[in-house]
Nanobody
């Protein structure tokens, strides 16, 4: 029933921009924190950016702070990740996840065992 679908991945040059979308259905959008995570080959999954249930708080990993912006589109039940100044080290499969706990920082830092994940969208930054 619950579905999260990531859109917008692709190939981009270093220094370029990309906007990812996480389209959420089957749950009450305003009751869940939504987060973006990424996993590069041979590396652990990491929290990239998360936004609280109300949209009032957000978290950014140090590696992306100042370059990425997370936002909520409540009417369309979609969370966006605007990625600017992309670097080759941003290359990964990007996943979104939903968390009933509702807290942005907690979601991005403690995501083991989360039930609701998308299937991911690959982002490749070349240079």
């Amino acid at each position: 029933e619950v579905q999260l679908v990531e859109l917008g991945g692709g190939l981009v040059q270093a220094g370029g921009s990309l906007r990812l979308s996480c389209v959420v259905s089957g749950l009450n959008f305003d009751d869940y924190a939504i987060g973006w995570f990424r996993q590069a080959p041979g590396k652990d999954r990491e929290g990239v950016s998360c936004i609280s249930d109300t949209g009032s708080s957000s978290y950014y990993a140090d590696a992306v702070k100042g370059r990425f912006t997370i936002s909520k589109g409540n009417a369309e039940s979609t969370v966006y990740l605007q990625m600017n100044s992309l670097k080759p080290e941003d290359t990964a499969v990007y996943y979104c996840a939903a968390d009933i706990r509702g807290n942005s920082d907690y979601l991005c830092k403690y995501f083991r065992g989360l039930q609701y994940w998308g299937k991911g969208t690959p982002v490749t930054v070349s240079s």
